[in-house]
């Protein structure tokens, strides 16, 4: 959800880059402490792993303990190289989303960011296909692995790649509604929210109909009204608590060192498979799904219902 005002937000933040579409869905990776912002729709807090590379109070014990599935902390030896990480909220639970009492198995309008079981686990979700040259290759890297995964699709994307969005659905994944076209709806009122998400819905449904929309997931995480519309239409709204930055993009070691360092239990990953090359991102999964299980971690689905 960074804006070109985010570019004087901290001299912290490295100097940004904006993909084809001028954006970038989450604050820059920093090796600053701990920093809190805010945006012109909402309030987005930003905060530190509590990791540092000399931080040998906090990673004394992890590495075994993490292995026994008792300890919720990472283990050591993914720490050994870090430094400190911004997570980032892209939810903004009650600050931003008034969610009322939710029906058995109906989204409410919280913004979630956590898996549905917890724990040692994690949601990977894609956003901005689908894209002719990656997502068929992400595809297959998550089938080699077995890993479900949410796209957040844009509806003119699915005009122009039906093809892809039936395979993403064979694939086993979860669908994601990320409008028309990728704009801030911030200042939108709810009739003009709700006609563009219907008309995304309409275009997703069209390829493959009735396969369940489960989320939604608005533009640089600029939500305005969008969680109230978008639970009325039974959908999810979907935040995230780790971006990694991958419209950079800063190199497929980099993305898994921000993946396998940035990672917390129960937490909901922001990727990109479109919106520009993300061959990076491709390469990154096929190394970070190995390295994580390895470490005990488990792939799962976002929660609904906050
Ligand atoms: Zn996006």
């Known amino acids: 959800m960074v804006s070109p005002l985010d570019r004087k937000f901290s001299e912290r933040f490295r100097p940004l880059s904006f993909g084809p579409y001028g954006h ?10 701990t920093t809190h912002r805010k945006g012109p729709s909402l309030t987005e807090t ?12 906090t990673t004394g014990t992890t590495g075994r303990a993490a292995r026994t599935g008792t300890r919720t902390r990472r283990p ?6 870090a430094m400190p990480l911004l997570l980032t909220t892209g939810l903004c639970l009650s600050a931003l989303t008034a969610a009322g009492p939710a029906q058995a198995g109906q989204p409410n309008a919280t913004v979630v960011d956590s898996t549905r079981h917890g724990g040692r686990t994690l949601a990977l979700t894609f956003d901005d296909g689908p894209n002719p040259t990656d997502t068929p290759r992400l595809l297959k890297v998550l089938r080699e692995h077995r890993v479900k995964a949410v796209f957040c699709l844009w509806g003119d994307h699915v005009r122009r790649h039906p093809e892809l969005v039936r395979a993403i ?10 409008t028309m076209r990728h704009d801030d709806m911030s ?12 008309a995304t819905n309409a275009e997703i449904r069209k390829v493959v109909p009735g396969v369940p929309i489960r989320y939604f997931r608005a533009p640089y995480g600029s939500w305005g009204a969008t969680p109230e519309v978008a639970a009325e239409m039974g959908m999810q709204p979907l935040g995230w608590r780790l971006a990694i930055g991958d419209w950079e993009p800063p190199g497929t070691d980099e993305l898994v060192r921000r993946v ?4 917390t239990p129960g937490a909901v990953v922001l990727m990109h498979d479109g919106g520009g090359d993300r061959s990076q991102t491709v390469e990154a ?3 970070i799904v190995p390295l994580l299980r390895a470490d005990g971690w488990r792939f799962d689905r976002p929660a609904r219902r906050g």
């Open 24 to 33: 970038a869905e989450a604050p820059r990776w920093s090796a600053g402490p």
């Open 46 to 57: 930003t905060s530190t792993t509590g990791i540092t590379d000399t931080a040998g109070k």
């Open 76 to 81: 050591s030896r993914l720490r050994r190289l």
């Open 169 to 178: 659905v064979k694939g086993g994944h979860t669908l994601c509604n990320h």
């Open 187 to 198: 200042t939108w009122s709810p009739e003009d929210i709700r006609a563009d998400l219907e």
């Open 260 to 263: 396998v360092e940035g990672v």
């Open 285 to 287: 999964v096929d190394r």
